[in-house]
């Protein structure tokens, strides 16, 4: 075994890596949590224009 063999086993692993993300980011099981996290700047940007304190504490 030598140093291109462990290059090419890197590489592979990298790569289904890469691919388990791909399937666990556009999962439909993680949709609501993605839609949540997205909505969290309109919320944020919903309290200072109201006067709230947007998670800041005087």
Do not use: C
């Not at 993300?21 to 993605?34: D, L, Q, T």
């Not at 224009?49 to 800041?56: C, D, K, L, T």
């Amino acid at each position: 075994m030598d140093i291109n063999d462990l290059r090419s086993i890197a590489t592979v692993l990298s790569f289904v890596a890469f691919i388990s993300i791909v399937v666990w980011a556009y999962s439909g099981k993680r949709k609501r949590a993605f839609d949540e996290a997205a909505a969290l700047a309109v919320d944020d940007e919903e309290q200072v224009s109201r006067g709230g304190s947007a998670g800041h504490s005087a």
